[in-house]
């Protein structure tokens, strides 16, 4: 799997599991104590995310971190 589609595809996690809870990307952000901006961009695969804002999400969305990883692509 290449790097591009790993991250887009963490994006894409996240924006599930978000929606999934009905949360907006703002209150993600606010729970999470990220800008909403930082949100967006890792939906959308603008940006990779750090441990620690793995971290931030995983808490925020009430998973584990792993819950947030996307499966390998072969």
């Known amino acids: 799997m ?3 589609a790993f991250v887009r595809d963490f994006g894409e996690r996240v ?4 929606t999934e809870r009905d949360l907006s990307q703002e209150k993600l952000a606010t ?3 990220l800008h909403r901006t930082a949100v ?3 939906e959308r695969a603008d940006r990779s995310a750090k441990l620690e804002t793995i971290e ?3 808490r925020a ?13 072969k």
């Open 2 to 4: 290449n790097r591009r």
């Open 15 to 18: 924006r599930e599991l978000r």
């Open 31 to 33: 729970l999470a104590g």
């Open 40 to 42: 967006s961009f890792i």
């Open 56 to 58: 931030k999400l995983a």
């Open 61 to 73: 969305l009430k998973v584990e971190p792993a819950d947030l990883m996307p499966p390998l692509r």
